[in-house]
């Protein structure tokens, strides 16, 4: 297979898994991205010439989210009939994209030079689940530690209200509630306690920002009006009281953190989702080394726990790991695996997460 025939693989298999998903507007669009190879646009020489991997990348999400930020601003309103699953054909889909890329060429380009900032908030409800499950094992309090925070949605765990297969979960009060369709059985209904939440990111998000917040509703696939209200909720409950993000690298900031002193009786809670493929490995290294330090000095009183919510590059399927420190090891849990439904678009490659295989190392 020539270099061509690998991107437009990847393509292909990144327009598959949306349409799979419940996303076949996103689909077509990212297919549509073929066709632009041959065409004469900055655009489609950068895909042509795409250096690294398509899927691991998230490529074609990159331009999806750039011209879903045009219709979104009316800029490109040719793009409605598309999103509306009114135009269908292949052929006229390729004619739209095409003729949108070749008039906002150069708006266009930059999109390629970052992934997509997916940050759904809906991933709050499989680190919930890890909680209930860790609280019912070792403390009832947690310090939770998230890398790649992006804007930070996630860092608003402790604000959300869950109902997870019958058990409720955060505040009654709380402005919105994650409820995924699950399937099987629910977490333990153990209760817990969040005492800190705070995250770090490369290059953080500041949805206070009206620009930055645009951007980041434009990486949503147009077919997922759930997700749409989860992070209007989110800007909206950031810019009312903010969360604890700040720019740093993931794996200094973590070694930093677990350095630090830890309250009796609180499990401190590295956690991460989506992020892992994108950190370089010599810093996933650094990670796993500082994790295999501090969990070596964990007590009963001072436990450590990881939790990651991450894509199977084989199977590109979601996997909720669950360690802890001490203890960790293979056992048994509530379920082998959970099905959360949460509506199409945006987990991992840009596909929703419907199933998510619980694994304990």
Known sequence: MNRKEEITSGISFQADHAAHNGAPATGAVCRAQIALMAGDTGCGRRIAKWPGSVLTDAMPLRLAGGLHHLFRQGAAPELGPVYAQEVTEQSEVDAI????????????LPWFDGPPQTNEAGRSA?????????????TSRFELNEIGSSA????LIDRYGYGLGGVRSGPADAPCVIAPDWQGEPPPATPFRIEVVR?????????????????LMAYIWPEAE?????????????????????????AEWIVERLAEPQAQGVTRVLMHSIVWQYIPP?????????????????TSERPL????????????RHELKVRFWPGAGRRNCWARRMRMGLGCGGW?????????DLVLD
């Open 152 to 155: 930070g949605m996630n860092l």
């Open 126 to 138: 499989s680190f919930v689940a890890a909680l209930h499950w860790l609280a019912s094992r070792t």
């Open 199 to 215: 995250g770090c990111d490369l290059n953080p998000i500041d949805v206070r920002d009206n620009a930055a917040a645009d951007r």
């Open 348 to 356: 991992g490659e840009g596909g929703e997460m419907f199933e998510v």
């Open 226 to 250: 759930a997700r749409f209200a989860r992070m209007e909720a989110g800007i909206a409950m950031i810019r009312a009281r903010g969360v604890d993000l700040v720019q740093a690298d993931a």
């Open 305 to 316: 726990a990881w939790i990651a919510l991450e894509t199977n590059r084989a199977t590109f």
């Open 282 to 298: 010599d810093r996933q290294a650094m990670i796993e080394a500082a994790m295999a330090e501090a969990g070596a000095r964990a």
């Open 97 to 108: 994209v095409a003729a949108v890329v070749s008039r906002h060429d150069a708006e266009l």
